[in-house]
C-alpha cells in the first residue's frame, strides 16, 4: 500500500534555511535586532519537544520521514515549520471490543453463522500494541478502526468453518488461537505496524429468542457426557478389580495344590516308614501306633477323668451341683 506521501525528493534542507536566513537578513536590515531577537525566541521555544519513556518521536521534515528521523525519550528540538514530529506509545497495551461497547451489544459486529448453519453471537476483546510507528502512522489511514474490521472479518471465518457446540464448549480456545493467528497474518500483510498480544472469545451464545431452549439441549448433552464417564469409571475400576480377584483365586489354587501334593508325599512317605517299621516288628508298631491314637484322642477331649477300674466297680455317681463344669479335672483326681 502506497504511503500518503509521495516519493518525490523534498527541497534541500540547507538551500532552505539559506533562504530563510536571507529572509531574516533582510528584515533585521529594516527593524532592527529586536525582532531578531523575538524571532530567535519563538524558534527555540517552539522547536522544543518531549518524548516520554516507552515512546518514539517520528520526525518529519517537509513531510518526508528520513531513516534518522526517530527520536527517543527526553527533550529534543525540530526546525519549526519545517519538521512536524509524531509521538507513539511503544509500551501501551490498547484494548478494542468487537461485538460489544461497554455493557451493550453491537448486533451487527457479534451475530455470525457458524459452520453447521447456526446462528451464535460473539463478543471478542482485542489487546495489541504498535511495534513499527512509522507503519502505523503513515501505511493505513486509520490502523485502529482496520484492525476492528479485519478482527470481525477474521473471527467471522474461523467461525464459519467450526460447529456451533465446539465453539461454545470444546473448540473454544482453538477457535481464539486461529482467529488471533489470521488476524496478526493480515495486520502484518498491510503493514500496520500493529501486533496483537492477545486476543480472548468474551461472550459466545446463541441468539436471546432460542437461548433457553439451547442451553436446555446443552445440560441435556453434558448430563449424557457425565454419565458416560460415570460408567466408563465403573468400568475402569471394575474390570481390574475382578482380574485381580481372578489373579488371586488362581494363586491361592495353585498354592492349595501344591501344599496338598506336599501333604500327600508326606503322608505317603510316613506310610511308607510305618510300613517298614510293621515288617521288622509288628507288635511294637501296632502298640505304637494305639498310644499315638490314643494320645490324640484324649488331647482333643476338654474335660476327662481316669480311675483305676476297681474303684470305678464301686464308684457311686455324683451330680456335681453348685461346682463350675467348665472347670478342667486334673487327671487321676476328683472335681
Same mark, same amino acid.
Given at each position: 500500500m502506497r504511503s500518503k506521501f509521495d516519493d518525490r525528493e523534498p527541497p534541500d534542507v540547507g538551500d532552505v534555511v539559506a533562504r530563510v536566513g536571507g529572509i531574516v537578513s533582510k528584515a533585521v536590515g529594516r527593524f532592527g535586532s529586536g525582532l531578531l531577537i523575538l524571532f530567535v525566541v519563538a524558534m527555540g521555544i517552539g522547536g522544543v519537544y518531549k518524548v516520554g519513556p516507552g515512546e518514539q518521536g517520528i520526525v518529519r521534515t517537509l513531510g518526508k520521514v528520513r531513516l534518522t528521523g526517530r527520536t527517543g525519550p527526553g527533550l529534543h528540538f525540530r526546525i519549526p515549520l519545517l519538521q512536524r514530529v509524531d509521538v507513539v506509545n511503544?509500551?501501551? &497495551?490498547?484494548?478494542?471490543?468487537? #461485538?460489544?461497547?461497554g455493557n451493550q451489544k453491537v448486533a451487527g459486529e457479534a451475530s455470525m453463522i457458524t459452520g453447521d448453519a447456526n446462528i451464535v453471537e460473539v463478543q471478542m476483546i482485542v489487546q495489541y500494541r504498535v511495534v513499527d510507528p512509522t507503519k502505523y502512522l503513515f501505511e493505513l489511514k486509520d490502523p485502529d478502526e482496520?484492525?476492528?474490521? =479485519?478482527? +470481525?472479518?477474521?473471527? /467471522?471465518?474461523?467461525? #464459519?468453518?467450526?460447529n456451533i457446540d465446539e465453539v461454545l464448549t470444546t473448540e473454544r480456545e482453538k477457535v481464539q488461537?486461529?482467529? /488471533? +493467528?489470521?488476524?496478526?497474518n493480515r495486520m502484518d500483510a498491510y503493514q500496520s505496524g500493529i501486533s496483537v498480544t492477545e486476543l480472548k472469545l468474551q461472550a459466545v451464545d446463541a441468539p436471546d429468542e432460542v437461548r433457553d431452549a439451547f442451553?436446555?439441549?446443552?445440560?441435556? /448433552?453434558?448430563e449424557k457426557e457425565k454419565l458416560v464417564n460415570q460408567a466408563m469409571g465403573y468400568e475402569a475400576d471394575l474390570i481390574p478389580r475382578a482380574r485381580g480377584e481372578s489373579e488371586k483365586m488362581k494363586r491361592?489354587?495353585? #498354592?492349595?495344590?501344591?501344599?496338598? &501334593?506336599?501333604?500327600?508325599? $508326606?503322608?505317603?512317605?510316613?506310610f511308607e516308614s510305618v510300613y517298614a517299621a510293621y515288617r521288622l516288628a509288628p507288635r511294637v508298631t501296632k502298640e505304637r501306633l494305639y498310644l499315638e491314637s490314643i494320645e490324640r484322642i484324649v488331647a482333643r477331649t !476338654?474335660?476327662?477323668? &481316669?480311675?483305676?477300674?476297681?474303684?470305678?466297680?464301686?464308684?457311686?455317681?455324683?451330680?456335681?451341683? #453348685? =461346682?463350675?463344669?467348665?472347670? !478342667?479335672?486334673?487327671? $487321676? $483326681?476328683k472335681k
Open positions: 511503544m509500551q501501551q &497495551i490498547r484494548r478494542m471490543e468487537v #461485538g460489544f461497547q482496520a484492525l476492528r474490521a =479485519t478482527a +470481525e472479518v477474521a473471527v /467471522r471465518s474461523i467461525v #464459519g468453518r467450526t488461537a486461529e482467529t /488471533r +493467528e489470521w488476524l496478526q442451553h436446555e439441549v446443552v445440560r441435556a /448433552r453434558e491361592d489354587a495353585e #498354592g492349595y495344590k501344591e501344599r496338598r &501334593i506336599l501333604e500327600s508325599k $508326606g503322608d505317603a512317605a510316613k !476338654p474335660r476327662k477323668m &481316669i480311675v483305676d477300674e476297681q474303684v470305678a466297680k464301686n464308684a457311686v455317681p455324683v451330680l456335681p451341683l #453348685g =461346682t463350675n463344669l467348665s472347670a !478342667p479335672v486334673a487327671e $487321676g $483326681g
